[in-house]
């Protein structure tokens, strides 16, 4: 799950917390009224340079503005999701903190050791890791719900070249993005990114210019953009990618509001077969009129009404808040556990066909799942329906992501009180 809400939107948290005297003549922004001063900023910086230390990774001198730009954006989502009423229970954030320890192999001993380092303690750190997910819950209402991949998408995309030619490959790119400063011509921008290049090919760190330049979603995590299969890319980026060996860095790649620097980091190949189950599902989901227990305890009264032998669909129909599959009797057809998000497969993946689960809380809300069947299919055309509607989900989802992220921060009161900071 840290995977997913992504270390930086976990990190940036940091400044919300960190002990700090908030003098009036320290404040570096507000949004929608609420403080962001200078000491949470330096408090922000100094964990992510000892994580980043930690890593092996450089870290530029000078990120702040970057950092508030981030602090920023998950100040509005946090406000935003607290106004509808949403919350993370303890136990998905206790599920969380213990797939990060799983992930990098660490005991909680050794993670409190490196928090208290950075003068944060582990109760802060699972006020970090909760927002963190909150903000996550927020974009998943916000977004995924209204995501729409139609059956010609898929066909269409099933009959490209891109499709057939390289949907075995995956890769791994880093970017970096630049913008107009001050209505900066883009081709100034062209010439900025030339010398960027220039600088990066003569052994510049990659990761540490995009920490520092970049206005790119993943700017702070050194413009990675993490394993992704071709079509899963921006399209201005698959030419490149696709001729690029690895470590090679791409000319600036010119677009409408922009321009993109990437690096090929590594490719690899897919497995050639994969398992798919079919599921039957309810979500019933916390919110402003359903408290938390409230939620659990309705989901509940469903199973025991489905276990005395009440129709599983109807149900759905009648219950269910997961407006993709409730009209359909809450049937998720043939999907890939890779299409899944990790917290959700792990309640499912022990499960034998006709098996019912028990009631367990995402960050979405409740589930109760049933497997009705599962088959191993091999990656040929005639099977690969599911992973290109998969495929074209989750790049339809970041574009919408992006561009409500922009609404969002329209919509609010956003005001830059130190004039250093370039946002």
Known sequence: MYKKIGLMCLLILVCQHANCKERLDSLAATVNDIAIVESQLDAYVKFLVSKEQRDGKPVPENIKSQVLAKVIDDKIQVQLAQQAGMRISDAIVNDAIADYLERRKISIDELQEELQEDNITLEQHRDFVREALLVTQLQERAIARDVIVSEQEVADLLLSPMMRNQLGEEYRLAHILLLPKNNEALDDVMLRADELVDKLNSGTDFNKVAMQESKGQQALAGGDLGWRALSQLPTLFVNYATSMQEGEISKPIRASNGVHIIKLIEKRQQDDFTEEVKLQH????????????????????????????EDFAQLAKQHSQESATASAGGIIDWVSPEALTKDFNQHIQNLASGQLSEIFETSQGFHCVKVLDKRQISNSQAMLAQKAKSILYEKKKMEMLQLWLESMKENARIEILNKNYKI
């Not at 979500?283 to 032998?309: C, W, Y």
């Open 282 to 309: 309810i979500l019933i989901t916390p919110g402003e009129h359903l408290s938390h227990q409230a939620a659990r305890d309705k989901l509940t009264n469903i199973r025991s009404a489905i276990l005395k032998g």
